[in-house]
Structure formats: structure tokens, C-alpha cells
């Protein structure tokens, strides 16, 4: 039984690193494109980065 679920966990978790994989790269590409997009520093921009982030 503990074998059995252990092969679970271990498929599931190689499903989640290859969805996470191209996860991180939209995400970079995202906030890239925001920082990139505005020039100024202002505190909106900031924020707004900030909640794209976490």
C-alpha cells in the first residue's frame, strides 16, 4: 500500500514540475514585459508588479 502511493506521489509530482516549468517562463515573460512597457518608477507600477509577482 505505501509503495503503491508513492507512485502516485511521485507521478503527480513530475506532472507538476512539467507544469510549472512553462509556468515560471510566462511568469518572467509577464512581468518583463510590464517593467519594459513603463519607463517610470512610480508607486502604481510598482505595486502592480508586486501583485503580478505573488
Not at 500500500?1 to 510566462?26: C, D, E, K, R
Request: net charge positive; glycine share 4%.
Amino acid at each position: 500500500m505505501i509503495n503503491a502511493s508513492l507512485n502516485w506521489a511521485s507521478i503527480f509530482g513530475i506532472l507538476l514540475v512539467l507544469l510549472w516549468i512553462p509556468a515560471v517562463t510566462a511568469g518572467i515573460f509577464r512581468i518583463w514585459f510590464v517593467l519594459n512597457r513603463r519607463a517610470d518608477t512610480s508607486p502604481r507600477v510598482l505595486i502592480k508588479t508586486f501583485l503580478i509577482i505573488f
